[in-house]
């Protein structure tokens, strides 16, 4: 009987010992209830979102710039990417990939807010403060893009249980609620970061002027036109930001970063030992289709480049009625075919989509290339200039009726794109203004629908495609579309992904999709 029990409680002590010895903590896995406890905690999941801000470049650009009248989608050939081709002609459904990764990086951000929002505890200090402002800013910013393009997306104010998983759309009180809340919450907490002065390079965060300039972006969406010009005044009296004094051209240069300008942007280094993740493809995408150009060996266009973002000749021509062939900021935007083959010795090789227009303010320079590749590692993504503040200003200013504060902010723009001041302003001297001063930096297809404008500007779209040939004369070919351009009633708002309404099943889809 001894030895029984002996042998007995052997078993359970050996037992034991090894269940605890396979009582391993996991490597990897984060615990949300205990993790975000320390400034370098809390630091970790804020840079999450930065990253995440920067990867919307691509998606981001490309699909506002081709749901506009300022581009063809170019490329080598008819057909070279037809999903870009549907955007820019108005023949997209549910399933166009673009629009599937622009409304899912939205909610990536959100999700990352929400969980900053759900965890870091003010108490802890200055750093979680900032982290919380902050990621209200980045949530607000994200709504404003779903609700000014989507209309109703659903409202995801927490981090999602299962049961909570088919979210209904919300109402447009809750949504425009929500990021009137969160940023003036984030305004008026302090926490968030503001330049020392209008040269201030250091500040790459986001910063109080940046989340005045959101609020006010909201308000003017909703015709809140007189708080909308106080958060745009605000801005400007801050006296920390001011319109770039060197070259107009020079503006989007990879090396030309946190300028006196920018409002705000998501950086990139330009390190060897830092490649992978940290490349632009969008600069790749636009930059101008060189393997259907001759150009010399010391050209200083970098040599590769696949030529999506073709502009279009409606918007060249708005700016010779504006400022004349010979303006100033117009030839910092753009380059005629006759400019690229006198002033760089660029010739076409073969036919190219193309209206014989190419940008010159978006150009990628031979020394911006990467590493022994044709990505380029050292371009910011840029969301927002100080020159949108004065326009949305002189917007809402002038809709509230103050027209002598909208004038004024309208002839700072045109005295830096060196024109003659106005004696008087209009809307639709603001309209193109802004479509001028703004063109390809993706903001043209959301003012079109602010404005009601979208039905007659972008009616045409699709209907042809201009081929450049090398003699520089321009044949144009119809797509053979049948139902091509902005439709109202549809196009008012885009599709929610076909991937997210199987998914979901408490989302309703918008009209005519």
Known sequence: MKKIIITALSC???FTSCSDMLD??????????????????ITSANVAMYLEVRGWEFNYMLCKNMLSDDFYAGGSMRGDNINLEALNEFTFDAEESYIQG???????????????????????????RQAIAEAKVLRAWAYFDLISMWGNPPLVDHELVPSEYNCPNGTTEELWGLVERDLTEAIESGALAEKSSVNDRSTWRVTKQFAQAILGKAYLWQGKNLEAATQFNAVVNSGKYKLYEGNYGDLHLCDNKYYCESMFETNRTFDSNNTFGNFSLYYLMINWRMDKLNYPSDTPIMNTGW???SPTKDLYDEFVANEGAAGYRLNQT???????????GISVKSNIINEGLFMWKTRVLSNERGF????????????MRYAEV?????EASLASGDSDKALDYINQIRARAQLAPLA???????????RLELCGEGQRFQDLLRWGDAAEKLANNGKRYPLLQPNGAIIYTTTGNTNYGFKAGKHNRLPYPATETRLNSAITQNDGY
């Open 24 to 41: 391993i903590l996991q490597h990897g896995v984060l615990n949300y209830n205990t993790y975000y406890q320390t400034d370098e905690q």
């Open 390 to 394: 004065l326009l949305c200003g002189a």
């Open 424 to 434: 008087s302003v209009t809307l639709n001297d603001i309209k193109r203004e802004k």
């Open 12 to 14: 359970i002590f050996a």
């Open 372 to 383: 022994a590749s044709d990505f380029v590692y050292n371009s910011d993504a840029l969301w």
């Open 334 to 344: 753009m380059k005629t075919y006759e400019q690229i083959q006198t002033e760089l």
């Open 102 to 128: 622009m409304f899912t990086t939205y909610y990536t951000l959100i999700y990352k807010a929400n969980v900053i929002l759900g965890h870091v505890d003010p108490d802890k200090g200055p750093v979680a």
């Open 307 to 309: 030529g999506f973002c």
